[in-house]
């Protein structure tokens, strides 16, 4: 008895969490500026807001748990758009969160861990008399070149550039611009490794 209940239980889940995916052709899927054949965003999901100006490319894959967003509320009219552009190929691993007010480019073939969390705004904390929590930082557009990889519980920072093929590692805080064909970890991360004239060196 227990193992056939356990059987039907593990089958019910298999139905929700494909019938809970969203999909280019699913009623929240057609929502989005554009999203691309083969692509999906896994069930369950966090928050998913203001999705007319967020783009997926094709065959890209958002994990559960993810939270992906444009601007502050739900139902804001931008000013940019798209405000997030995710481009083909793309994983996005379990638990991440991408919450953009005015520019967040993913390139192709982009990777990363769980937990890993993209934003293009921060708060301030200038004025004493105020919460943190109300103060906001202009937005500064970030990018992430094709073909880089994000380590587990990395996190990208408002005026991040991150260029083609880098690797960034676990945990590490992207705050400035880290060149194409490059490792980067630390907080804030730093390069440690280059490609250069056909081999990989330390930087020191």
Not at 65 to 83: F, K, R
Not at 140 to 162: E, Y
Not at 182 to 204: C, E, L, M, Q, T
Request: overall charge neutral; aromatic content about 8%.
């Amino acid at each position: 008895m227990a193992r056939r209940f356990h059987r039907t239980i593990h089958r019910l889940w298999d139905f929700v969490v494909e019938a809970g995916a969203i999909g280019p052709q699913s009623p929240k899927g057609r929502r989005f500026g554009s999203f691309g054949a083969g692509s999906v965003i896994c069930f369950p999901t966090n928050t998913i807001f203001n999705e007319r100006f967020i783009r997926i490319g094709r065959d890209t894959m958002i994990g559960p748990q993810c939270t992906l967003s444009a601007g502050m509320i739900p139902g804001q009219e931008c000013i940019s758009d798209p405000v997030v552009s995710i481009g083909d190929r793309c994983l996005i691993g379990k638990g991440s969160g991408i919450v953009g007010h005015f520019s967040i480019e993913i390139g192709d073939d982009v990777w990363t861990g769980h937990h890993v969390y993209i934003t293009d705004q921060n708060h301030g904390y200038q004025d004493v008399d105020r919460p943190v929590s109300v103060q906001v930082m202009p937005e500064r557009p970030v990018r992430i070149g094709r073909g880089s990889w994000l380590g587990h519980g990395s996190v990208v920072l408002p005026g991040a550039d991150i260029g083609e093929h880098v690797v960034v590692g676990a945990n590490s805080v992207v705050t400035g611009v880290i060149p194409s064909f490059s490792v980067a970890v630390g907080s804030p991360a730093r390069v440690i490794r280059r490609y250069v004239n056909g081999s990989w060196i330390d930087v020191d």
